[in-house]
């Protein structure tokens, strides 16, 4: 049972996300995760500012379940089941991310630059989480679906629509790391 | 006991996310600097797995655990909404490092700033809301 201590390897990973994705579709669901954010802003009352926000989200409860049961399966993930939780990336990839300011690299799950406390008290990292988080739910709504429901679901069910948005994913992600990250950092 | 069931998914869901490492930053970053095969391994099994698994569903018409029959809703067919909202999701995904599903993983397992990135995912969202008859669809 050793190897659930150690960072599971791609094709474990992978085929764990497309059984979650069949489990979903066997219970009557789908695979979505973006859709929570529009059920949350329902529910804190953008109904009253935006036709969009009306809908009737108690129909969405069971995905506001699943993403309870993802915080308690990260916390579980993260208390009990990793011993080294820094990230083996590539050497390349620690070396370049140093020259940019990241120390943590290779030595670390997320960034401290970006994802300790300390972030609190400082503008330029708190700048880029906010920016960053409003993109990400900006654009999902926009595309109508995030890596979950159209890299992963909508993919598998060969919609062209997926394919042109997870293209889309491709060309911001490939934007923001060559051409905005020099910039930034 | 459904609400049970979900509860399970999804914290099979986010065990997955946090041991995979695709609730990490580094991946994303290494992943968008073709540096691993890591990510790309992760999304190709997943979706080779889900293009069986969806074929075979739909060919013998298989039923819900419930007895219900499967439905799958195609996407509309438009162009401008998914490219440029994806061109913006990846923007964001890049820089923030994780994606709706990792980022509540996240607050599981204790990094507080996540919060920041979440709380802003929601107010983009309540954004998109506003604008969405704006925008070019």
Not at chain 1, 119 to 126: A, E, M, N, Q, R
Request: hydrophobic share 55%; net charge positive; glycine share 12%.
């Amino acid at each position: 049972m050793n190897w659930i201590y150690e960072p599971w390897p791609w094709y474990v990973s992978g085929f764990m996300i497309a059984l979650i994705m069949f489990l979903l579709i066997m219970v009557g669901k789908n695979f979505g995760m973006s859709g929570n954010l529009r059920t949350m802003c329902t529910i804190c009352g953008a109904g009253n500012k935006a036709d969009f926000f009306r809908f009737d989200w108690k129909a969405q409860r069971w995905n506001l379940v699943v993403v309870l049961g993802a915080i308690i399966g990260g916390f579980i993930a993260h208390e009990f089941l990793t011993v080294e939780e820094a990230v083996a990336i590539n050497p390349n990839t620690v070396a370049d991310l140093q020259a940019l300011g990241f120390e943590s690299a290779g030595k670390a799950y997320l960034p401290n630059e970006l994802f300790d406390t300390s972030v609190f008290t400082d503008i330029k990292s708190l700048a880029l989480l906010i920016i960053g988080g409003f993109l990400v739910g900006f654009g999902a709504r926009y595309a109508g679906g995030c890596t979950s429901g159209h890299a992963i679901s909508g993919l598998s069910d060969l919609q062209l629509p997926s394919l042109i948005a997870v293209i889309g994913f491709f060309i911001g992600g490939l934007i923001m790391i060559h051409f905005i990250f020099p910039l930034l950092f | 006991m459904r609400t049970i069931i979900y509860l399970l998914i999804g914290i099979v869901f986010g065990i997955t996310m946090f041991k995979s490492e695709a609730a990490s930053w580094f991946r994303i970053y290494e992943m968008f600097k073709f540096e691993a095969f890591h990510m790309y391994g992760i999304i190709g099994v997943a979706v080779i797995t889900g293009v069986i698994g969806t074929f075979l569903i739909k060919r013998f018409r298989v039923r819900s655990f419930y007895g219900e029959p499967i439905k799958f809703y195609p996407k509309e067919k438009k162009v401008k909404r998914y490219l440029f909202g994806g061109i913006l999701f990846g923007l964001g995904w890049a820089l923030a490092g994780a994606c709706p599903g990792p980022m509540f993983t996240l607050v599981g397992a204790g990094f507080t700033p996540i919060l920041v990135v979440i709380a802003a995912a929601l107010a983009g969202t309540f954004i998109y809301g506003l604008l969405k008859d704006k925008l070019p669809h």
